[in-house]
């Protein structure tokens, strides 16, 4: 029996607290949270106190502009939403150290104003300050996507994946990554790309690219020990 004026304590919350996912380390929370598409992951804040910040350092960014996104299961995110969203996540994480960046995307030009590329260079150089290691572009619209025709700089970065891109000389100059092993670029326009140039390449994927007719493009990788170019469609010549 109970001794009288003494009341059982409850344990509730401390095993609540040393059970399941919350026994793990920040750190791997947040390395867990960078699987998950990046709304998914900022939803997390409304769990506990704990997990209010843990989504601004998770090691991964995913946004994606097909249903199921930022506009939940009801539809397609506008451009407008994609943009505002991406915007607001990279400044509320700050510089915080980022394994992977991943977008899938059709416009974020709702206005018409032609300012969507440099729109996605602002993010990606944010990202680059952010030590990101693998980056992914793929563009969901019929249309190619033209990308400014500037390099990027990164010293971290090692795998780079571009897909439905219109790419021009600068952005193909690969110099800029001296530890870059792995480039996929799939379906993209490279009519005005005279060379695709890595010292540190290893291996290099190119499938569905559109060339120029009147032009060769040369591809410059002599580090890489394993090239494919299947099933590729060629306006043009590339060497």
């Known amino acids: ?23 793990l380390p920040d750190g791997v929370l947040e390395h867990i949270l960078g699987f998950l598409p990046s709304p998914e992951a900022v939803r997390t804040c409304v769990l506990t106190r704990r997990w209010r910040h843990l989504w601004r350092h998770a090691t991964g960014l995913r946004v994606s502009c097909l249903a199921g996104g930022e506009a939940g299961r009801d539809g397609p995110p506008s451009p407008k939403r994609i943009r505002d969203f991406v915007d607001r996540i990279l400044l509320l994480r700050g510089h915080a150290p980022l394994e992977t960046f991943e ?22 150089r ?3 300050e952010c030590k990101v290691r693998t ?7 019929v249309d190619s996507f033209e990308l400014e025709d500037r390099p990027l700089v990164s010293r971290r970065l090692t795998r780079l994946e571009l897909e439905g891109l219109d790419l021009k000389n600068g952005f193909c100059d690969f110099s800029g990554y001296p530890s870059l092993q792995y480039l996929v670029i799939e379906s993209c326009e490279m009519w005005d790309a005279d060379k695709v140039s890595s010292e540190s390449l290893k291996h290099l994927r190119m499938t569905s690219c559109i060339f120029s007719k009147d032009s060769s493009t040369v591809i410059h ?7 494919e170019a299947e099933w590729t469609f060629v306006q043009g010549s590339c060497s």
């Open 135 to 141: 980056l992914r572009l793929e563009n969901v619209w």
């Open 1 to 23: 029996m109970r001794p009288l004026g003494k009341t059982a304590k409850s344990t509730a919350p401390s095993s609540l607290a040393t059970t399941g996912i919350d026994v």
């Open 221 to 227: 990788a002599p580090k890489s020990c394993f090239t």
């Open 126 to 128: 944010h990202v680059v």
């Open 103 to 124: 977008l899938r995307f059709c416009t974020f030009d709702e206005d018409g104003d032609g300012d969507d590329a440099s729109c996605l260079s602002r993010w990606l």
